[in-house]
């Protein structure tokens, strides 16, 4: 470290700092200020708070998915792993899986796709200042409106009559066709959900040092070669957090499916959602409703595993 | 001598070809710009335009955007309709009376994560990082199950507490990471002086930490806003019901009165876009600092 008198005296300079606050800093410190407990105050509303609403409603769905029928039931009995195997025998079930595994899958990379096409258009240095924050606002709109305002808007714009149908010179019945409603309700997801991802994705990209880009020029790299190997290099870790949120918020989607097809026809666009909720307010099944929200939420801590671990391995 | 021309005579075509290939750039990134603006925007535009249309041009053929009969009818209708302006009321009542309750309890909590070391500090951590995982329909059923038990079902506090579950975890996450970018020096310096706490945090972080909050704010507000599943279950009355259920009930009637269904929808996300549009800088900031580089 201490090699030529130069850096000795510039070491000399932040160096000094330290030793003045050395003293203030560790145990010492910590005894002056407050009491051991304080932090556990601050801690306290939020942590009753979360035993209230998440870990004793956890519990008690768990319980129910082990009871032949609960809160329209006085007394529940104890059946194990009855409804576990009745649920997970329903054909419905097979089918909303599969429709929520099309569902989840063809958003998140269409969402990782638009948003990242959006923000690199957005990016651009091309464009003035000015439109880009037009632009920027446009590109946002889908979504600050709510699932009940999309379903709405959407079963406007393809109902048979609808400007869709003419824009596309069509006369198809878009959200109760069979064939059609899985791919129609996907698209309305993709249209409602891509901002996020592009929201992320415009931060990633400007926090990306213009140097890296000059360095790849100086040695010739293409436009091409540029987003490969700096672009897509420096946004993975956004797109790595942004995709596992996205498979989660999305795979749990209900309101934008209920408003629109309500499962339907014939269960092509039934969800693990609507599957549940059906079970439970619907049928009043509500331990075998309780069987199958259990099982989502199984399903969901596989995602949540690899999202703590990522977010953890990037502080 | 001739390896020298032939340099420059190339470095002049490279560079007349690099301009022509800016400009080209340029239109490709505009257009693409466009198209984009198009799919985003179009059904937004095509949805204000059918607010003032009568219901019978809804589905013209062909469709127009502006129609001879623009007026503000099926506004006027849902702004005097006291059942309809309840729906405003109840969601009011509710996501502003959430985003405060969240704002106080996260940013205690935010406090505690960011400025002390405690145990059990992790394992809470991880909890309120994997709780944005848990889906709602889980806690549905034992939530619907809680509420009737507590006398809670139908109520305002009983929609106020259920959607404090969802804002919580990201108003923590994002506040605590708006705290740490401040530098710990500002608040331990009044500690030190013999100050609590508790002076430290509300006279010195919180109100450095304005921009911060808004953000935070401003998206529980959202959340709570635009909640669905939670409203149209655990409510049961018409006079309890909130703007997204509201809308639901409009679609659910015999004769679709689309232009009716359009003007609410719009009214319901007015609050919304006017918070987005004011403090879009400190939400977008506050937003991707707290999502991304927490």
Redesign the interface.
């Known amino acids: 470290m201490i090699t030529t008198p130069t850096t000795l005296t510039e070491s000399a300079e932040p160096s000094a700092p330290p030793p003045t606050r050395t003293p ?1 800093q560790g145990p010492a ?2 005894r ?3 009491h051991p407990g ?3 105050a ?2 306290a ?3 009753v ?2 035993l209230v ?2 870990i ?3 519990v ?2 768990i319980g ?1 998915s082990f009871m032949d029928n ?2 329209t039931k006085k007394n529940p009995e104890f059946v194990g792993v009855e409804n576990f195997v009745e649920v997970l025998t329903d054909g419905v079930f097979a089918t909303a899986l599969g429709n929520t595994l099309f569902f989840t899958i063809v958003s998140v990379v269409a969402h990782l796709l638009l948003g990242l ?2 923000s690199m ?2 990016n ?1 240095p ?2 003035s200042r000015a ?1 880009r924050a037009v ?1 920027r ?6 979504w ?6 999309i ?7 393809l ?1 048979p ?3 869709v149908n ?1 824009l596309l010179s069509s006369d198809v019945e878009w959200l109760s066709s069979p064939s059609l409603a899985l791919g129609a309700v996907t698209f309305i997801n993709i ?1 409602a959900g891509y ?1 996020f991802f592009m ?2 994705l415009l ?2 990209l400007q926090g990306i040092p213009a140097d890296l880009y000059e360095a790849a020029t100086v040695d010739g790299a293409n436009g091409w070669q540029r987003f490969r190997n700096v672009t897509l290099p420096q946004l993975r870790p ?1 797109i790595i ?1 942004m995709t596992l ?1 996205d498979l ?1 918020w999305t ?2 989607q ?2 934008l499916i ?2 629109t097809t309500g499962g339907g026809p014939i269960h092509v666009t039934e969800m ?2 609507t599957f ?2 059906k079970l ?2 619907s049928r009043y099944e ?1 331990a075998l ?2 069987t199958s ?2 099982i ?2 199984l399903l ?2 596989v ?2 595993f690899f ?2 671990r990522h ?1 953890r391995a990037r502080d | 001598m001739t390896t020298s021309t032939s340099t420059s005579t190339s470095s002049i075509t490279t560079a007349g070809s690099r301009a022509r290939q800016r400009m080209t750039m340029k239109v490709l990134v505009l257009l693409g710009l466009l198209a984009g603006a198009a799919f985003a925007g179009f059904p937004v535009l095509w949805m204000l335009a059918s607010s003032f249309k009568s219901n019978t041009e809804i589905f013209e053929y062909p469709p127009r955007l502006v129609t001879e009969s623009f007026s503000f009818d099926a506004y006027v209708t849902i702004l005097t309709d006291p059942e309809k302006v309840r729906f405003f009321v109840n969601s009011y009542v509710v996501s502003l009376s959430v985003t405060a309750l969240t704002l106080v309890v996260a940013i205690l909590a935010a406090y505690a994560f960011s400025r002390f070391e405690f145990r059990f500090k992790r394992p809470l951590n991880m909890i309120i990082v994997s709780v944005q995982a848990v889906p709602p329909i889980t806690l549905l059923i034992p939530y619907f199950g809680l509420m009737v038990t507590l006398g809670l079902y139908n109520t305002y506090p009983g929609l106020i507490l259920t959607y404090m579950v969802f804002t919580l975890p990201y108003a923590i996450i994002m506040m605590t990471g708006y705290f740490n970018t401040l530098p710990r020096e500002l608040d331990e310096a009044v500690r030190v002086d013999g100050a609590g706490s508790m002076t430290a945090l509300w006279r010195i972080l919180v109100p450095i930490s304005v921009p911060g909050i808004v953000s935070v704010g401003v998206y529980t507000f959202m959340i709570a806003w635009n909640e669905y599943l939670f409203a149209l279950t655990l409510t049961k009355t018409q006079d309890m019901r909130t703007v997204p259920i509201g809308i639901q009930l409009l679609m659910g009637q015999h004769s679709y009165e689309w232009n009716e269904m359009m003007a609410m929808s719009i009214l319901g996300s007015v609050p919304v876009l006017i918070l987005f549009l004011f403090f879009q800088r400190y939400f977008i900031g506050g937003l991707t600092s707290g999502s991304v580089k927490s």
């Open positions: 203030t410190r910590r002056r200020l407050g304080e932090p556990y601050f801690i509303p939020t942590a708070l979360m609403l998440m004793v409603p956890i008690l769905v129910y609960v809160i096409g959006f258009l957005l651009s091309l464009i439109s632009f606002v446009i590109y946002i709109l889908p600050l409106f709510t699932a009940a305002v379903a709405v808007l959407w079963r406007m714009l109902n009559n609808g400007v003419y249209w901002p929201i992320s931060a990633g956004i957090s949120l989660i795979s749990q209900f309101a209920w408003m693990l959602s549940t909720y439970a307010f509500f409703a309780s929200a259990v989502i939420l969901s801590m995602l949540a999202y703590v977010q």
